[in-house]
């Protein structure tokens, strides 16, 4: 058979198997961090989303329908450190959380909301939808 790629009876339909060799060493840097992290299921889990990640971001910025909400980052380690800790002593219940929380404190302060809020109101006064 040509080509990348090829179907097997084991073959699902929502996904196809690959086979991908590591070093003993990275191997074991895989290991380590998924007994910390264990918000990932697998290796396949985890290695399904670094790759997605790292393309999206290799691609730069880009936004579509489906994933407007979704932006991956690079955090400074000092950073991340604090985010795990919080989240290992339980006052967040993942990263995301966290890094979420700190946006809607620094981004969505009640002041910025009501001027968002009166543009739009503003906006829709000024538009005429026609049925």
């Known amino acids: 058979m040509t080509g990348l790629r090829h179907r097997h009876w084991w073959s699902s339909m929502d996904g196809e ?4 060799r590591l070093e ?3 191997l074991e840097l895989l290991d380590g961090f998924l ?5 990932y299921a697998s290796r396949s889990h985890l290695a399904r989303i670094a790759i997605r990640e790292f393309i999206e971001g290799a691609q730069g ?22 985010i795990e800790a919080m989240v290992r002593e339980g006052i ?7 890094i979420e929380e700190a946006v809607r404190k620094e981004f969505l302060k009640p002041e910025y909301l009501e001027e ?3 543009k ?4 829709r006064e000024a538009v005429n939808i026609l049925p």
Not at 61 to 75: D, F, G, N
């Open 61 to 82: 910025p880009q936004v579509s329908e489906e994933r407007a909400a979704k932006v991956t980052m690079q955090l400074p380690r000092a950073a991340l450190y604090v």
């Open 17 to 20: 198997r690959i086979t991908m």
């Open 24 to 26: 003993s060493e990275d």
């Open 35 to 39: 007994e910390k992290h264990p918000e």
């Open 92 to 98: 967040f219940s993942s990263a995301g959380g966290a």
């Open 116 to 118: 968002v809020k009166k």
């Open 120 to 123: 739009v109101l503003e906006t």
